[in-house]
């Protein structure tokens, strides 16, 4: 059975710190929304997401964004059983996704004074800096539906745990999937 674990949350949540770690101790196939993002907004003649976000009509970019996002993750299960997905944000890709493999989102919950900082050290700027950063990405987040993915997530992990307890709960979750 061909499985997706997907790793969802806010900016600064910590899932790409986290996904890393998972893809090390599973040795799953790895991708991530920012490089699947990128590729497509490449396509489509621009250097961000974020700028083809605003410029398309919001359809079309949700369209065309998971369309493209399904795909990649469809080529790579054919080599694989397992992948892992970091921050996946789109609503009508995990139900496409669903219909055809085994879908499991975990999303990883942290304050916002915790992403903040978490924000701040990794671009060194100020928390306030930091707070508009968080407002552009969470805009595409909410554009996309992430609110419906966070609601009927399969597993909560507390976030503003240390990195270690964080990785802990969820391989144990993980590996509680993969037997049933």
Known sequence: ??????????TGAGKSTLCKSLQEYFQFPLLSFANMGKE?????????IRQCHL?????????????????????????????LVDGLYIAKTVLKLKEKYECNVIYLQSSDITRYQRIAKRLSITIEQAKEENKIKEKLKDD???????????????????????????????????KS
């Open 1 to 10: 059975m061909k499985r997706i674990i997907i790793i969802t949350g806010k």
């Open 40 to 48: 497509f907004a490449n396509k489509n003649g621009y250097q961000r």
């Open 55 to 83: 410029d398309m009509k919001l359809e079309d970019f949700i369209e065309g964004i998971s369309t493209h996002i399904f795909d990649t993750i469809d080529k790579q299960l054919n080599t694989c059983d397992y992948i």
């Open 144 to 178: 996309v539906g992430i609110e419906i993915l966070i609601k009927n997530s399969n597993q909560t992990i507390d976030g503003d745990k240390n990195k270690d307890e964080v990785f802990y709960k969820t391989v144990k979750y993980i590996k509680s999937i993969i």
